[in-house]
C-alpha cells in the first residue's frame, strides 16, 4: 500500500503564476488535510477536505488560496497569483475514517521568484 | 484542543532510551494524545497515540499519567536516526466531527553518538 503521494516535489513558480498543488491520498482513504510549513517555523493547519466537501477550511487565507478533493482522482490545492510569501513546503495528510491518525506525504516544495 | 507544553531541545546518547515529556493540564475527557514527529523537512510521521492507557507499538512506548495531564513518550534505544522534531497533540476524537491536528513547537531530540 502506497504512502501519501504529493506531487510535484518541488515547484518553482514566478510571482503573479498559479500553483497547483497535488495530493493522492493513501488507498481506502478518503479524508485529506492540507498543511502549511514556512522556513523555520511550525505546521499550520490549512483545510481538511473528505471526498467532494470541504469539512474545515478555517486555516486557509481568505484569497488566492483554494482546495478540492474530487470523487475521482486527487486532492488540489490551488493558490493563484502566488507572492514571495507563499514559498513554504506543503504537507498532505490522510485518513482512512474520521479523526483516526492521518498520514502525511512528503511534501511540496513551492519557491516563488 | 487542549494546550500541550514541551522542552525546546533535548540530547540523547545512541543507545539509551529517550525520555520526551508533555504536558497537557487542560486536557479533557474526550481528547487523545497524539505524537508525530518531523525528520528534518520531511513530512510528519505518525508515531503512537492513546487515551488514558500506557501503548506500545514497534516504534515506541507512550506513557500517560493516571491524571491525564502529562505523558512521556519513549524511545527505548535511540539511534542516530531518531534525531528529529517531535510533538505531542491533543486531539478531540469520536464527536462526530473532524479534529485537526494542531502542531505546536515541539520538541527537538538530538542523538549523539
Known amino acids: 500500500n502506497a504512502g501519501v503521494m504529493q506531487n510535484p516535489r518541488h515547484l518553482v513558480r514566478r510571482r503573479g503564476q498559479e500553483a497547483r498543488l497535488r495530493c493522492s491520498p493513501m488507498k481506502g482513504h478518503s479524508h485529506v488535510y492540507w498543511y502549511r510549513q514556512l522556513p523555520e517555523e511550525g505546521l499550520k493547519f490549512m483545510v481538511y477536505l473528505q471526498k467532494e466537501n470541504i469539512i474545515d477550511e478555517s486555516g486557509m487565507p481568505k484569497e488566492r488560496f483554494s482546495a478540492e478533493f474530487p470523487k475521482e482522482g486527487p486532492s488540489i490545492l490551488r493558490i493563484q497569483q502566488v507572492v514571495r510569501g507563499d514559498s513554504a513546503a506543503y504537507f498532505c495528510a490522510s485518513s482512512p475514517n474520521l479523526n483516526t491518525e492521518a498520514f502525511f506525504g512528503q511534501g511540496t516544495r513551492l519557491t516563488v521568484v | 484542543d487542549a494546550k500541550t507544553t514541551q522542552p525546546t531541545s533535548m540530547d540523547c546518547a545512541e543507545g539509551r532510551a529517550a525520555n520526551l515529556p508533555c504536558n497537557h493540564s487542560?486536557?479533557?475527557?474526550?481528547?487523545?494524545v497524539y505524537w508525530y514527529r518531523q525528520i528534518h523537512s520531511q513530512g510528519p510521521q505518525y508515531i503512537i497515540h492513546?487515551?488514558?492507557n500506557n501503548e506500545t507499538n514497534e516504534m515506541a512506548s507512550l506513557i500517560i499519567t493516571e491524571d491525564r495531564k502529562s505523558s512521556t513518550l519513549i524511545l527505548p534505544h535511540a539511534t542516530l536516526r531518531d534525531t528529529a522534531v517531535y510533538y505531542c497533540i491533543v486531539r478531540v476524537v469520536n464527536t462526530g466531527t473532524a479534529s485537526k491536528l494542531t502542531f505546536g513547537t515541539g520538541t527537538r531530540l538530538q542523538v549523539t553518538l
Open positions: 487542560t486536557i479533557s475527557g474526550n481528547e487523545y
Open positions: 492513546g487515551l488514558k
